[in-house]
């Protein structure tokens, strides 16, 4: 199986901050990579795919990078609906995801 | 709309099994794969299993392989997951979810409680 680690599992930041996560693969996923949002109760919401790629109506202030075995979601000015947990998903091969990064106010 | 919407979560003694469902509408359920992702209490996203848009070939996660199965019945748009020997590790809430033609999981169902315990 393929793992996914994320880091870090906590961020701390403040509105109007750039913020950036990053999640590694145990071997190579090409861009086999989607980044999901989620909110306390709610189901994961799709943010990025294809590595790189932004969801229709994800604003863009969100974006992607990476391939191969190393990615990031950067988030270039938080706004106070982001904080939220994060997760990044491989499906090179089946589907696998991070632990997930958990974005708070500081 | 899409919309997916998952049943059959219960309170189930340890050792027991429980059939989920999952009730699609909104869209041609015979041309999409589908998956189940569950997550723990306080705990992160965990793939489950996958089912082919004709049931034909499945996937089941390592941890879970044996105890699950997966299945659906798309003369009635429903997508299954029936679970066995079930452990209080396997309490979580879970999701379906539709697999877009580009492989990610776009649609989401609101979740299912399971809860184990005695």
Redo the contacts between chains.
């Keep these: 199986d393929i793992q996914m680690t994320q880091f870090p599992s906590t961020l701390s930041a403040s509105v109007g901050d750039r913020v950036t996560i990053t999640c590694r693969a145990s071997q190579s996923i090409g861009s086999w990579l989607a980044w999901y949002q989620q909110k306390p109760g709610k189901a994961p919401k799709l943010l990025i795919y294809m590595a790189s790629s932004l969801q229709s109506g994800v604003p863009l202030r969100f974006s992607g990078s990476g391939s191969g075995t190393e990615f990031s979601l950067t988030i270039s000015s938080l706004q106070p609906d982001d904080f939220a947990t994060y997760y990044c998903q491989q499906y090179n091969y089946y589907y696998t995801f991070g632990q997930g990064t958990k974005l708070e106010i500081k | 709309e899409v919309q997916l919407v998952e049943s059959g979560g219960a309170l189930v003694q340890p050792g027991g099994s429980l059939r989920l469902s999952c009730a699609a509408s909104g869209f041609t359920f015979t041309t999409f794969s589908m998956?189940w992702?569950r997550q723990a209490p306080g705990k992160?996203?965990?793939?489950v299993s996958?089912i082919s848009s004709n049931g034909g070939s499945t996937?089941y996660?390592?941890s879970l392989k044996g105890r699950v199965s997966i299945s659906r019945d798309n003369s009635k748009s429903t997508l299954y997951l029936q679970m066995g020997s079930l452990r209080a590790e396997d309490t979580a809430v879970y999701?379906c979810?539709r697999e877009e033609r580009?492989?990610?999981?776009?649609h989401?169902?609101?979740?299912t409680l399971v809860t184990v315990s005695s």
Aim: hydrophobic letters at 45%; a negative charge; aromatic letters at 20%.
């Design positions: 998956h992702v992160g996203l965990e793939y996958a996937y996660a390592n999701f979810a580009s492989r990610e999981l776009v989401w169902g609101q979740g």
